[in-house]
């Protein structure tokens, strides 16, 4: 038998201590990684600049449908946006359709709770707080410099916090019980280790409360001053119900503990949001988008084992999470490294989870919000498993990217998206798929953001 | 110091390597199993933790998990095989056997970290192929690459 210092491999475990250390503080040792992977593709990057010539953009036929269904996307999103029939009585009638480009912070639920708009403090100066999405309730706007916003100053983009942030406010809400009658609450933020991210917290009724045992009531908002001098509308959704308890027995009735609340669209998956301004706002017209989103020219080479959805990026420097986009569709996120490459991986081999924006191939159909992730991928087509669809059947239709970061604006095209058949809330999407060096073009927001 | 160059310039192409083998046709395999077997059982034991590091960077470069994911992924398992280092040491069955088991291993370890820390990796899925393919090539794989540069230079005498 070895002696201990030798038979334990110290400096292993030590190394494993600062892969630790590395994973929560991930700012840190970004730039290592970026020169040790960069540094490691240089072998790569000889042998990719002896592969051929990039194929160029493609031809214009296909770059004027893929914007035609773009701008299609657009229009039908703006139209199901504010589609909001609670605000009448408001002073605030002109609705500003922003898109988010990020998100942070936990909130109830585990649950991201605060949204990044791509218009700033100032440009949103003349709306109300109140946020929403069709005609749900989806948060409030922060102010610059109070709050969760203290550091922020009127420039910055704008902060939304949604229902469940640590910090949001109580709000009166109802919901239609099944036997008859309304039960009035108040509804707060769930903690981080909740089921869900709103929690109600005091009923009107606490004795036909504790019967209530349907899951799935949708809750919506009462007339509410809020102590920003603002008013809630009635009427707006917020979400639905999730009961936690014991469920009946045999011998028994059911025993609920706790009634808490999803909000209507999975806080991941929102990719733009509707603020409202005032009649007779002071600050002029605001242009279709706030915030410019570079586009810088590259080159994707494929790595070897790039059937598996690697490729190696070369020709400019590029941010962690940038989309990179051939001919108007999505190939994939770029992660940015040393001595000006990257490395992309493409939608198909991507396993984290994504915002995207399906639209039906039914021109009526609104289009719709999904939060996903790819399971499996063969080739060009692509299995996406939807989150919070409920088992629900989707629609077949074009599949595009939603809010995934300031690098990765929504409205990129993915692919053909139908659903997977015996498995609800799946997609089949159909992605192209091309091999060879090509000319992208990738996507960089300012700083800041 | 040249078997250090050589290290640090070569092993982080094995990942490559393993691609092309792939592209080519030829039956699938892990390079983090031969990895983690080589340190494990093979390497100069007080060199491990500085090999270790450019075979991460090697693994950052065919999946997107970061680096720091890659180290725990490839040093986890070496970390528990090295105290069995005595009991398992050229032992080439028994070598199959651990091949196969970390080609379950390795994978269920990337998507376990990958879930914790937010960074999903595109190696996470057991594929039985490989699985089979290292359990297989596993013995022979290591008895010819313990006698090329620069894994010679790092073997540890027996």
């Known amino acids: 038998m070895q002696k201990k210092p030798t038979a334990f491999p110290l400096g292993l475990y030590g190394l494993l201590l600062f892969a630790l250390c590395w994973l929560v503080l991930p700012a840190a040792g970004a730039p290592l990684e970026r020169l040790a992977v960069g540094a490691a593709c240089g072998v790569a990057r000889v042998m990719a600049s002896l592969f051929g010539a990039p194929a160029a953009a493609a031809s214009s036929p296909t770059r004027a449908l893929l914007a035609e269904r773009t701008a299609d996307l657009h229009r039908r999103v703006v139209a199901s946006d504010v589609a909001l029939p609670a605000m009448p009585a408001s002073p605030y009638r002109q609705p500003v359709h922003c898109a988010v480009v990020g998100m942070a912070r936990r909130g109830g639920g585990g649950e991201l709770a605060e949204l990044r708009l791509d218009r700033s403090y100032d440009e949103l100066a003349d709306c109300s707080t109140i946020i929403t999405k069709g005609d749900a309730l989806v948060g409030f706007l922060a102010r610059p410099g109070h709050g969760p916003a203290v550091d922020d100053v009127p420039s910055d983009p704008a902060r939304v916090l949604l229902l469940h942030h640590p910090a949001g406010r109580a709000l009166h809400a109802a919901v239609d019980i099944p036997d008859g009658g309304r039960l009035r609450f108040v509804l707060r933020p769930a903690a981080v280790v909740d089921p869900a991210p709103l929690r109600v917290s005091l009923w009107d009724d606490p004795w036909r409360a504790a019967r209530l045992d349907h899951a799935g009531l949708l809750v919506r908002s009462l007339p509410q001053v809020l102590t920003d001098g603002g008013e809630l509308p009635a009427g707006l959704r917020i979400g639905t119900t999730r009961v936690w308890g014991y469920p009946a027995t045999a011998d028994g009735d059911s025993l609920t503990l706790g009634i808490f609340v999803a909000p209507v669209v999975s806080p991941r998956s929102l990719s733009h949001v509707v603020a409202w301004r005032g009649e007779g706002a002071t600050t002029g017209d605001l242009p279709e988008r706030a915030v410019p989103v570079a586009l810088r020219a590259a080159v994707v080479h494929d790595l070897p084992g790039a059937l598996h959805g690697r490729h190696l990026l070369v020709g400019c420097t590029v941010a962690d999470g940038s989309a990179v986009v051939h001919d108007g569709c999505l190939l994939g996120l770029a992660r940015g490294l040393a001595f000006g490459s990257g490395l992309v991986t493409s939608f198909a081999a991507s396993r984290h989870r994504w915002s995207l924006l399906l639209m039906p191939d039914d021109p009526e159909a609104p289009p719709r919000e999904l939060e996903g992730e790819v399971i499996a991928a063969d080739g060009g087509a692509v299995v996406v498993r939807c989150r919070d669809v409920a088992g629900e059947r989707l629609a077949t239709g074009q599949l595009f990217t939603g809010s995934n970061g300031p690098h990765c604006p929504a409205g990129l095209w993915i692919g053909h998206a139908s659903p997977r058949d015996r498995q609800p809330g799946a997609l089949d999407v159909v992605v192209p798929v091309i091999t060879g060096p090509r000319a992208v073009e990738v996507f960089a927001a300012e700083e800041g953001l | ?158």
């Open chain 2, 1 to 158: 110091m040249k078997r250090w160059v050589l290290w640090y310039l070569l092993a982080p192409q094995a990942w490559l390597l393993a691609g092309l083998w792939r592209d080519l046709g030829l039956p699938p395999f892990d390079a983090a199993v031969f990895a983690c077997l080589f340190l494990g059982f093979f390497a100069e034991r007080s060199a491990v933790p500085w090999l270790l590091v450019p075979l991460a960077v090697g693994r950052a470069l065919v999946d997107p998990a970061s680096l720091p994911v890659h180290l725990l992924v490839l040093g986890v398992p070496v970390a528990v095989l090295l105290p069995l280092r005595g009991v398992f040491h050229r032992q080439w069955f028994a070598l199959a056997i651990l091949a196969a088991a970390l080609g379950v291993v390795v994978p269920r370890l990337g998507a376990l970290l990958g879930r914790w820390f937010e960074q999903p990796s595109a190696g996470g899925y057991v594929d039985l192929a490989v699985v089979l393919w290292s359990a297989v090539a596993a013995p022979l794989v290591l008895h010819v690459v313990m006698r090329l540069p620069p894994m010679r230079a790092f073997g540890e005498p027996s």
